[in-house]
């Protein structure tokens, strides 16, 4: 495994933490803004611990009638 790979699963697991010390995998996800939150905290990976607070705020289509 190249080191470039397994730096990537640690920043990935790190955000994977981080997304779960916030709370974000509680209960059901729902809609695309908290989704897209969990996302982008796994995304940041470390900078959670350095001050980054993603968050995503967005709407699905609604269906034609």
Known sequence: M???SVLLVIWLAIGGVAAGQR???SGPIGN????GT???TILA???N?????PHVNC?????SN
């Open 2 to 4: 190249h080191i470039g």
């Open 23 to 25: 709370g974000d995998y």
């Open 32 to 35: 695309c803004s908290r989704a």
């Open 38 to 40: 969990i996302a982008v």
């Open 45 to 47: 990976g470390p900078l």
């Open 49 to 53: 611990y350095m001050g980054a607070d």
């Open 59 to 63: 709407t699905t289509p609604q269906p």
